[in-house]
């Protein structure tokens, strides 16, 4: 397997576009992205786990119900969530599309991110439909641009692999900056794969997949009400049909973590006001649930978000955040220790402090990616959550995100 470049565009048959079409004021920023497949696809989603859940998710859920789609619209700039007319608004993206592309509307997933319970115009996005359509092509890039909000860098990946002598490849555009919480969906994720894979094989990877890469993410703790990851397979790579558990189907799973693993990187270091990625990695514990709630808990913690941006070795809110947790963990054999570029300090030893250079300290915490490592001394299964700093700016974004 190995990194390509084109996004979601490196699988065959996969197209691409990003324009804007007047959502956002800001004529530089687009905000109508468009994926298309020349082959109808299988599919596959995973959506918010929020009460409050956008229009688009609702008509998407309801189109995916036979495992099978086309294409994909979505719109920045308005989340089109809360809006007595949300679902009317969503299903005509689709019809309009549909129409444009000589597909049916039914296979088409819809989504959209930005404010909350702001009406969504049509207007713009039937206007600029025609263009969006006008310019499919190999452009993930400008697609992957049409989906942020507060968003700073593009994210955007694809790899290349071997399905039984085939080869494959499985790519990923993504946003998400702010309103980043685990249970999925916590972010709008965009993945396209030319493997050969059953609707139901492809649901099944990609679930148990997201439960240990988007579900570990955390930003500022808030669960979005729009957020979704789908994944469409359209089979163009030639491979026979993945259909049940084995070689291929690893193989696969194993493409798809790439990718995603490298998109919650992505998110995370992009966080709000962020200036470093975190990542949270636990060792030694005895269930993966337990592994999973503590580097959650850690990764989650205001006080430890916090300390790393000033990049005070503050160890006892990591210990602080292990113990609320809930996990059911020997606080007394829990070592802690911070790692980045620069070099690791160990600082916790059996739940208890220990000796450490102040000033090496400081130096690690420096860096724009660092590790919390959690060794629990209780077992031999681990985890990994992924986060960021918590800076001012997160607080200036935040506090006028409607202007």
Request: with cysteine.
């Amino acid at each position: 397997m190995k990194t390509v470049e084109g996004g979601v565009c490196a699988a065959k048959g996969f197209l691409a576009a990003g324009v804007h079409c007047g959502i956002r004021k800001n004529k530089t920023k687009k905000d109508l992205a468009l994926i298309y497949s020349e082959k109808k696809a299988t599919a596959a989603a995973v959506y918010t786990t929020n009460l409050v859940k956008g229009a688009p998710l609702v008509v998407t859920k309801q189109h995916l119900a036979d495992g099978m789609a086309q294409a994909v619209i979505c719109n920045s700039g308005n989340a089109n969530t809360c809006n007595a007319n949300g679902v009317e608004i969503a299903e005509k993206m689709c019809s309009l599309l549909a129409d444009k592309l000589g597909v049916s509307a039914d296979d088409v997933v819809v989504a959209s991110t930005g404010v909350i319970g702001q009406p969504l115009d049509i207007a713009p996005i039937a206007a600029g439909i025609p263009q969006l359509v006008a310019s499919l092509g190999k452009d993930s890039a400008s697609a992957a641009q049409g989906i942020m909000t507060t968003d700073t860098k593009r994210k955007e990946i694809a790899v290349e692999f071997q399905i039984g002598g085939a080869t494959c490849h499985l790519g990923g555009i993504a946003k998400g900056s702010g309103m980043i919480h685990p249970n999925m969906a916590t972010m709008l994720v965009f993945l396209t794969t030319d493997c050969a894979i059953s609707a139901k094989m492809l649901q099944q990877a990609l679930s148990g997949d997201v439960s240990e890469t988007f579900n570990m993410v955390s930003v500022d703790g808030d669960t979005s009400t729009n957020d979704m990851v789908t994944l469409l397979a359209n089979g163009m790579a030639g491979n026979v049909e993945i259909t049940a558990p084995g070689a291929d189907f690893d193989a696969f799973m194993q493409a798809l973590n790439t990718v995603t693993v490298y998109l919650c990187r992505r998110i995370a270091g992009d966080g709000e006001g962020a200036t470093k990625l975190l990542e949270c990695k636990v060792t030694g514990a005895a269930t993966h649930e337990i592994a999973k709630t503590v580097a959650k808990s850690v990764i989650c913690s205001s006080l430890t978000k916090a300390a790393m941006f000033g990049a005070d070795a503050n160890w006892g809110r990591v210990l602080c955040a292990i113990g609320y947790s809930g996990a059911d963990v020997d606080v007394m054999k829990i070592d802690v220790a911070f790692r980045s570029p620069a070099g690791t300090v160990a600082v916790c030893q059996n739940g208890a402090g220990i000796p450490f250079s102040e000033e090496q300290a400081k130096s690690i915490l420096s860096e724009s990616e660092i590790e919390i490592l959690v060794e629990l001394n209780a077992g031999s299964t681990a985890s990994t959550a992924w986060g960021c700093d918590l800076t001012y700016d997160y607080v200036k974004i935040n506090g006028d995100y409607r202007t």
